[in-house]
């Protein structure tokens, strides 16, 4: 029975218990003995004690022993003989009232409690759920659950919550099950159905108090709804997912485009180099019959103006000194032409090799120039190939002219060495280096020599300083005897067909 709320209510009913009670007990018939009014004061005692609160079953066993006094002890005389058996009977009936009260209090406290926990659980928006853990049945479902499952507590109390929610975890529910058992506490995210059977996704979180003694095992579980969260982290997965497809897609066709446009540069390059080489070679070709038809033809022709003045210096001994300057001015011009033939082309490359084209080149120079040129190589130079020879010789024709043009320096140093995978050439001076603004500006003899290098699979460094300029080229020697030897081979059969 639900207590009052009102004060004077708790009250009255005490009251009207109590005197129901002495009615009772007084209409009983006396062949009862004198302790008939007993058992009913007793009831209502524990009435009031239980369902009205702690001053009401005081008022009410107070007021009971007042009527017992008066009715049953000395009726009808206030003053009367008291019976000492009926009066210690009235005091333990006071003694036990009070017991009963207290007990009574503790009792309507206890299950107020309970109601009122029960109370707080049912206003939680969560699903709390009590279980058995010896076999998973519910004990315990609050209105949070009702709510979120659509199943009553009088139906889901009883049942297995994995049958009747038909759970479904990451984990597997054993292992789940151990867990808690283990650490006592177990987090993680479930699917349940509903009801109506749509899926909810829920953050759970078990807690487990084992058996002791005297107080079974109690094992909580609070799930909250999060549907919403999952499938918003869902739909930006996807989004993602398709943001990454659609980037890798970008990706993949800009490395397509990046990769066409660096074949096409490639194969841009590799023709601009192809036809390079090609010019280069066709010089070599052109300066090669040029000094071919320079000596072959006007050297000839010098020649024969050479002897033909001296056989009319001897014929004519009037003319001799006109004729002494003609044949000097002669001899002058066929040396002349000479000389540019070899420079053009020297016979002693293709003949006698680097070694000796070099030494005459060098000499010839410091004889022009006036610049002490100081050369180093092997005393025995093997032959290098034609076509890393040509390179080399072109290499130190552009090289020792612009030491005269540009270093203002009075020596230089030519070395050139091998070893048996490539061979190097270096020319250094000792002048004032790169221009007043420190910046290397290549000009068509630098780039003609990057070209003639690259063409060979070689490379040349340039470092210039205000203490002078170092070329150093360095060919392999198996890409130049295998990869350009027959081209110049070629070249030299069509000047020699020219």
């Known amino acids: 029975m639900e207590m009052p709320r009102s004060g004077v209510g708790r009250y009255l009913m005490a009251l009207l218990a109590t005197a129901a009670a002495l009615v009772v007990g007084y209409l009983l018939p006396p062949v009862l003995g004198p302790g008939r009014w007993s058992p009913a004061l007793w009831a209502a005692v524990v009435f009031s004690a239980s369902c009205c609160g702690l001053a009401p079953s005081i008022v009410a066993a107070l007021s009971g022993a007042a009527g017992v006094w008066y009715l049953f002890l000395t009726p009808h005389q206030l003053f009367g003989t008291l019976n000492g058996t009926e009066l210690f009977r009235l005091a333990g009936f006071l003694l036990a009232s009070a017991l009963i009260a207290a007990l009574g209090e503790a009792n309507r406290r206890a299950q107020f409690a309970l109601v009122h926990r029960a109370h707080v659980l049912d206003a939680a928006n969560d699903a709390i759920i009590e279980l058995n853990p010896a076999d998973d049945t519910i004990r315990y479902w609050n209105r949070g659950a009702e709510k979120l499952y659509g199943w009553t507590s009088s139906e889901a109390i009883g049942r297995n ?35 109506n059977g749509t899926e909810v996704y829920v953050a759970s979180r078990s807690t487990l108090e084992q058996e002791t003694e005297g107080k079974p095992a109690i094992w909580l579980e609070i799930n909250r709804d999060i549907t919403e969260r999952k499938k918003a982290e869902q739909e930006l997965q996807k989004a993602e997912e398709a943001r990454r497809a659609a980037q890798e897609l970008a990706y993949k066709e800009l ?43 006007a050297g000839q022709y010098l020649g024969g103006v050479s002897i033909a003045l001296e056989v009319a210096k001897r014929e004519q001994e009037s003319a001799n000194l006109k004729l002494q300057e003609a044949t000097e001015l002669a001899k002058g011009c066929a040396a002349e032409i000479r000389t540019i033939s070899h420079l053009l082309h020297p016979p002693l490359l293709e003949e006698l ?54 270093s203002g320096s009075k020596t230089a140093a030519v070395r050139i060495g091998t070893d048996p995978q490539q061979a190097w050439l270096e020319v250094q001076d000792y002048g004032k280096g790169v221009g007043p603004d420190g910046v290397l500006r290549p000009g068509m003899g630098i780039t003609g020599m990057r070209e003639r290098v690259k063409d060979l699979a070689g490379s040349l460094q340039i470092d210039s300083d205000g203490n002078g300029t170092l070329v150093r080229a360095v060919l392999p020697l198996s890409g130049g005897r295998s990869g350009n030897e027959g081209d110049v081979q070629a070249s030299s059969a069509t000047g020699a067909a020219d």
């Open 161 to 195: 919550i994995d049958a009747l929610l038909k759970t479904r975890s990451p984990q597997s529910l054993g292992e789940s099950k151990t867990e808690l058992m283990k650490y006592g506490n177990w987090e993680g995210e479930l699917i349940h159905v509903r009801r």
């Open 353 to 406: 090799g680097l070694s000796s084209a070099a030494q005459w080149y060098v000499e010839g120079f410091a004889l022009r120039s006036g610049i002490r040129v100081e050369l180093q190589m092997p005393d025995r130079l093997d032959r290098l190939g034609n076509g890393v020879e040509l390179v080399l010789f072109r290499i130190l024709q552009e090289s020792l002219p612009n030491i005269h043009r540009h």
């Open 255 to 297: 490395e397509q485009q990046v990769k066409e446009r660096t074949a096409e540069l490639e194969q841009s390059n590799q023709q601009l180099r192809q036809l390079s080489a090609s010019l280069i070679r066709t010089q070599d070709d052109e300066r090669r019959r040029i000094a071919r038809e320079l000596h072959d033809s």
